[in-house]
Structures are given as C-alpha cells and as structure tokens.
C-alpha cells in the first residue's frame, strides 16, 4: 500500500465553522478558509485546481421536517439552484455517513443546493419539493471544477423552515450545529486517506447463483398467485437485504410451523428442511412451496441412500446450520456432524469399513481437505460424493476471490454475517494474505480499511443481491480516477482467467 492521499483541502466558509473544524483535526490537515459569497468561494476553488482530492464542510439550512438542528446532510449531490442540471454527484456518501454514524452523530444522505443568495421561506420550499435536504451558498462553487477528482460536502443543520432567511449569525441553534463540526472531522481525514484507491477487482462469478434466484422466484410467484401473506419457515435465504424486500411485498418469516396459521401456504426456504417438518406439514395439510435449493435435495437424497445401505454417514458442515440440520434428519441415527479435522480424529463409528461423507454444499472441496485427509487416514475405504455433487456456485466464487485477493491490496465481500459461503470467502482471502471484510452493504464500509489502497477487491456472497456490488462500486469509483479493472472470471470447469474492464 501507498500513503495517504498526496493533496486534499478541507474548505470551510465562516471563521467559526473553521475553528470548530480545526478542534478535530489532526495538525496539519488542510483546512482553508474561504470567507462568503460564490465570488470568494469561486476564488478559492480557482487557487486549488491541482489538489487531488476536495471537501466541503459547515452549516447550512434544512429543507427537511425530518431534519433537526445539529443533524448532518452528506450529499449525496450537490445542485445549483439557478442550474438545477449542473450537478455534481458525491459518490462517497455512504461510506462519509458511516463514518459519522461510528462517531454518534444523526446523518442523513441527500442532495445540497446551493442558492446564489440567503433563500426567504418561499425559496425554501420550492427547493424542498425537489428534494434537497440542505441549502447553502457556497458548496456549488468550490466544487465547481472538480469533476474527476474525490469530492465531499458534509453540512450540519443550522436552522429549519419556517424561519424566513438561513443567516447564520442570526440562529439562535448556530451553537449546536457548531457543535456537531469538532465530532464529524476526522471522517473527513479518513475520507481523504482512502483516495488513493486506482483499480478495482471484481470477482464475477458474484451475488446470486441459480439456487438463490430459483428460491427467491417462487416466493415472489406464490406473493402473486395467493396474495399476502406467505408464511416462510426460516429465511428464504441468508441475506436481510433479500428478506426484507420480500417482507415488504407481504412473506412472513418464521421459525416454526406452528407460527403458521392453518391453510396458509408455507415456503420451505432454499437450505432444505428435515422429514419431520415436512411430516408435520402433511398431518397439518399446509399447502407446501418447496424452494430447497436442487444441490441440497440432492444431498438429502445421497444422505437417505448410504444411511439405507448400513454406512455411518459423516456430515462435514456447521452446527446450527439450517442445510446441515436438514441433512442431519434424514437419518440421525446414522449421520454424525463433523465440524473440523479435531472433530474427525475424535469420530466413533460401528463399522470402520462403511464409512461414508457428505459435505454441506455451501463449503467447496478445499475447505474440507484438512478434515478429509483425517478421515481417510482413519477409514480407509471411506468413500463420498462425485465432484457433480458439490456446489460449483460456491466452488467457482472461491476461485475467482483468490483471482482478485492476489491482485488486491483489501477485499470487500458483500453479504450477510449469517451467510456460510460468504464467511468463506473473507477466510480465503485472509489465508492468502490480503485483509478482506464481510459487509451487508455499501454503508458499512469503513474507510479506514482503505487508507492508502490502490487496488481493492470486491465480490459477493451467493444470497447478496447485485444492485449491492453495483452500489459498492460506484463509492470505490468515488474515491479518485480509476485506471481500468479487471473482471476474475471461473467457468463451471474452474478455469480461472482474467478480462480488463474499464471503470465506470
């Protein structure tokens, strides 16, 4: 990794937003004081057209009831009022609010215009009903000629509708926005630091694969042959962005059965249930939607088939586990959970000589080898599924990360906490050496984790949404003039290969 940023300026307008400013910045920092009006502001910005990086922060009106004086805006944009087309987008808003939002301050994301004169109430309004939440005068012009360049314009609001005129001096609450400004800088620095990024690597195969989409379709399909509510046993599958859209259109997400009112119609999720709750399904007569993913059918039907045949069957997977547990009821009396190669050289089985293994579809083969290599030794004649029945999803997102993580100075895997495959993929590359961190989304990136990094990585967990890594990349691409990328690619034969893309 390089060091941080090689130039930036921190522009404050008013004398006091640049003291309060300066109580929370390091020594150092760049901070220019530009004084009011879009003339000093346009002279300011004049002066700074070789810096490479430039933010924007102080107070400013709200246009929001939602809005609170001392709450802070990060624009999201930031408008001309007299040329409402002459926006300049501020990618890196969600990574800034996340970084104000570990400090305790209450942000909100959103356009800032900037009007050529104080706004009266009625201006005030019109600007509200574009859909701005912040109005100042000055933003616009220091950032004028930044396009190309990392930019930022955090506010923190002064005043609200219905005072007449946005005149700082004259605010009575000036001191609990000021307030606000001493907390909210160092997101800045960390802002400035990350800057450096230059490339980004994507991991493609990525997000969705075909037992996810499948799972997701049916509920949608059941949603509008039935009508809310659909009840779903568990989550459909592990990720809160999907559950919650879902949701949304009326699925009701349960534990158990019998949360679910009789003759509702009941989705068993894409992990697989065990034969008791579909047992219970049928003595209910629940109409049953099964979107168990087809690699973990077939898993359960491997599991019946040896368990039938008199093998000790063992089950390399995770306790606690939605598909394990499923796998695990088809024969419990047969079927042992081995979680690691301890656990494999503590085994007991009735008959050395017909053992058998499976494993949860969402680890891929070299996870596993540390555990099989113990088995083997053990029970010689252990025999397990053919690759055909591993999940190539899993498989071919593993090899694509190491792809990316040997090219990439950090990893942001999208995906949730709960997600099996997408814990995996931040250990991959954290066995390989590169940092790599699990985030549900774009705002919980944190910008320190990409302080002086030029390449970084990014791919996503088989139940993560792809609007998640579109969002994602468009904050890295926020963070400076990107060279162009290369896109990982594995085929279903794991031939891993390379194609460059260019940055958007």
């Not at 004398?15 to 901070?31: H, N, S």
């Not at 499976?358 to 083997?376: G, N, P």
């Not at 549900?440 to 320190?448: I, N, Q, T």
Request: aromatic residues 2%; charged residues 20%; hydrophobic residues 45%.
């Amino acid at each position: 990794m390089t060091g941080p940023s090689d130039e930036w300026v921190l522009f404050a307008v008013l004398r006091a937003e640049a003291r309060a400013l300066g109580r929370g910045l390091p020594p150092g920092t760049p901070l220019h004081r530009t004084g009011t009006g879009t003339a000093r502001a346009a002279d300011a910005a004049s002066r700074h057209r070789s810096t490479s990086a430039l933010a924007v922060a102080g107070i400013a009106g709200g246009l929001s009831a939602a809005l609170r004086p001392g709450d802070l805006v990060v624009a999201s944009e930031v408008r001309r009022d007299n040329a409402p087309w002459d926006t300049l987008p501020c990618p890196t808003a969600p990574m800034i609010a996340a970084s104000l939002r570990r400090r305790g301050l209450t942000v909100h994301i959103g356009p800032v215009v900037t009007a050529a004169r104080l706004p009266d109430a009625a201006t005030r309004l019109r600007l509200a009903c574009t859909g701005a939440l912040a109005v100042d005068t000055e933003s616009a012009a220091l950032l004028a000629d930044a396009r190309g360049r990392p930019v930022a314009c955090v506010r923190v609001i002064a005043d609200l509708p219905p005072r007449p005129r946005l005149h700082p001096f004259a605010l009575g609450r000036l001191a609990t926005a000021l307030r606000a400004l001493p907390p909210a800088a160092p997101a800045l620095v960390e802002w400035a630091a990350a800057t450096t990024v230059r490339q980004v690597q994507l991991a493609e195969p990525r997000s969705f694969c075909a037992g996810v989409e499948r799972a997701i379709a049916m509920v949608q399909r059941a949603l509008d042959q039935h009508g809310p509510p659909v009840y779903v046993r568990r989550r459909i599958v592990h990720n809160a962005h999907v559950v919650a859209a879902l949701g949304r259109r009326g699925a009701v997400f349960v534990d158990d059965l019998d949360e679910i009112p009789d003759g509702a119609p009941t989705v068993f999720s894409a992990h697989g249930v065990p034969p008791a709750v579909r047992a219970t399904a049928a003595r209910r007569g629940l109409p049953v939607i099964d979107a168990t993913c087809p690699l973990v059918t077939k898993a359960h039907s491997a599991a019946r088939r040896v368990a039938g045949r008199g093998d000790t069957v063992l089950l390399i997977g995770h306790a606690g586990h939605e598909e394990t547990e499923g796998t695990l009821g088809e024969a419990p009396e047969r079927i042992t959970l081995v979680q690691s190669a301890q656990d494999a050289e503590r085994v007991e089985v009735a008959d050395p000589a017909r053992v058998s293994y499976l494993v949860q579809t969402t680890l891929a083969m070299d996870e596993v080898s540390d555990v099989l290599e113990v088995l083997r030794r053990r029970f010689p004649g252990l025999t397990g599924p053919s690759t055909d029945d591993t999940c190539y999803a899993a498989t071919n997102r593993q090899a694509a990360l190491r792809a990316v993580a040997a090219r990439s100075d950090v990893v942001l895997v999208l995906g949730s906490g709960r997600s099996a495959n997408s814990r995996r993929l931040v250990e991959i590359a954290l066995r390989g050496g590169t940092p790599a961190y699990l985030v549900e989304d774009v705002d919980a990136v944190d910008l320190r984790w990409l302080a002086g990094a030029r390449a970084v990585g990014v791919t996503a967990g088989s139940a993560a949404p792809p609007r998640l890594v579109d969002e994602t990349m468009a904050a890295l691409a926020g963070l400076g003039p990107l060279a162009p990328g290369n896109r990982i690619t594995t085929d279903d034969a794991g031939v891993t290969r390379g194609t460059e893309t260019r940055a958007r």
